[in-house]
């Protein structure tokens, strides 16, 4: 069994910078894709960023492209998440996710991490 935790989570003032990582251990690990998913309240979740775990490629959604950047490190086994610019728009639980298919919807994946809460005080 795979299981994905969450660090680096807390308050900053806006225009702060936060890191989030995500460390998995357990089983092989040898996911197609990771991602990080947040949850406002009363909120849906929202789908943040991807990274494919061999290649590298990445997917921002449009509200954090330029200011967040997804990346990891497959020999630790962790994915990253480096928050810069923050907004009183960005308050959420992160949530990691893993999932080892290409093309399942991100809510129907198999791995996800017990979140971590960002705070951002004007």
């Known amino acids: 069994q795979v299981q994905l935790v969450e660090s680096g989570g807390g308050s900053v003032q806006a225009g702060g910078s936060l890191r989030l990582s995500c460390a998995a251990s357990g089983q092989t690990f040898s996911p197609y894709m990771m991602a990080w998913v947040r949850q406002a309240p009363g909120k849906e979740r929202e789908l943040v960023a991807t990274i494919t775990w061999s290649g590298g490629r990445t997917y921002y959604v449009s509200s954090v492209k330029g200011r967040f950047t997804i990346s990891r490190d497959n020999a630790k086994n962790t994915v990253y998440l480096q928050m810069n610019g923050l907004t009183p728009d960005d308050p959420a639980v992160y949530y990691c996710?893993?999932?080892?298919?290409?093309?399942?919807?991100?809510?129907?994946?198999?791995?996800w991490g017990q979140g971590i809460q960002v705070t951002v005080s004007s």
């Open positions: 996710a893993a999932d080892p298919y290409a093309d399942r919807p991100y809510h129907k994946w198999d791995y």
